[in-house]
């Protein structure tokens, strides 16, 4: 599995952008850790939706629903809102929604992981640059590197991309 790290909104189709934009906000961790959550996107039986947790699938979704539908993601707003951050390599990360997240790449987001990379939009890591830990709850099912913004807006993706926000 690749990751991309960036604006998640150059590259989520635009359904998973509204139920991500629908949740009120509630897609970020609001305590002290400042940890983003990781989510699931999931269609099922005309049903969408984001859940962090395993337990809060529709019920029949794990016998049922639609695997290849799935998105892991999660996502976090920067320090300083909108704008062009650099990591400490020198990649580039355009924000235009003024967060920055990490996804895992499917193949209906490949192709457009890799031509906003070529724009210095994100970056995508290939399976084995992270250690995928498990985010906030621990669950079984969303494998991501944890995002996570110190009190000084860097943000750390899997302990080894950090981007000063």
Known sequence: MSFYVGDLCHVLPRRIMDTVMDNGGDWVDSGDDRLGRQWVYYEYDGEVGCVDDYTDFPEGYDEEGDRDKEMMFSIYPTWNGDGRFYDKEGNSYGVDMGCLGVVSITPEIEEMCKERE??????????DYFETTMGNPPSEWCSLPKLYRNGKGCFIIGERVIIPT
């Not at 070529?118 to 399976?127: A, E, F, M, R, W």
């Open 118 to 127: 070529s724009q210095g939009l994100g970056k995508v890591y290939s399976d």
